[in-house]
């Protein structure tokens, strides 16, 4: 094949892939469209309402191990996995703090995920100084949102073990902010700052910062649906975008 045809034909298959991602992505948009359906502020606590919060976030693991295979197991599809462990923990307050290891845990593996090869980050100097500012507004957000949250943690009833736990969480959260930043994959890098922000909505009602915010659950599950899908679709980009580069290289 000729150049053009080439590029005809990688266009067709990259166009092809879309629509096979798109659609196996569908039950994890009926099932999320599920949860805002089913979920009101006064459901009590139940088995079922942790299967229906738990299942996009188990359905979406479920793509990436189908897309990737086994690589992604200990990484984004563990990382999900662990969030889903997440979610059915924070349905009971009482679990908080186990639900709270399980992300921690999911933010691990997620910064192991963005370590892997896979992640080929483009050094390009022209965005270093934007990269270099990222990583400054992340370190700033961490430590001055921590600093905030301290005196409304003193005052709580488990204090003792809460504030060293939210300490190592914000550490957590933000080394996987810095390093989705060092992929350089947008997918990637607007999921982990989305999850940012759905963890600090949710940080502000459950600490009492905020205790009448309106529409506080829906924000918090919004932006954090959002950005478990913006990370699955992101490690699955990235495996693609890797094995197209070897493919290149092979030619």
């Keep these: 094949m000729d150049i053009l045809e080439t590029d005809a034909y990688d266009r067709r298959h990259r166009r092809n892939v879309s629509c096979a991602l798109f659609f196996s992505l569908v039950p994890f948009f009926l099932s999320t469209a599920a949860y805002f359906y089913l979920w009101t502020p006064d459901s009590p606590p139940s088995i079922m309402s942790a299967g229906v919060k738990s299942a996009p976030v188990l359905l979406l693991a479920a793509v990436v191990l189908g897309w990737n295979g086994g690589q992604s197991i200990l990484g984004v599809v563990g ?117 940012m922000v759905s963890d600090l909505s949710l940080a502000l009602q459950v600490f009492k910062v905020m205790e009448n915010m309106q529409h506080g659950n829906t924000i918090v599950m919004v932006t954090y649906y959002l950005a478990q899908l913006l990370i699955a679709v992101g490690d699955m980009k990235a495996v693609e975008d890797k094995d197209d580069f070897s493919k290149w290289k092979r030619s």
């Design 79 to 195: 990382g999900l996995i662990f969030s889903a462990v997440g979610d059915v923990c924070l349905i009971w307050p009482e679990l908080f703090l186990y639900g709270m290891g399980a992300f921690a845990v999911a933010h691990l593996l997620y910064s192991v995920s963005f370590l892997s090869s896979r992640y080929r980050s483009d050094s390009s100097s022209g965005s270093s100084f934007w990269i270099r500012l990222l990583y400054l507004f992340l370190l700033i957000e961490g430590v001055g949102f921590y600093i905030f949250l301290y005196p409304f943690l003193q005052k709580l009833p488990d204090s003792d073990m809460l504030v060293p736990a939210v300490g190592i969480y914000v550490a957590l959260i933000s080394l996987m902010g810095a390093l989705a930043i060092r992929t350089r994959h947008m997918p990637t890098l607007l999921g982990s700052l989305i999850f």
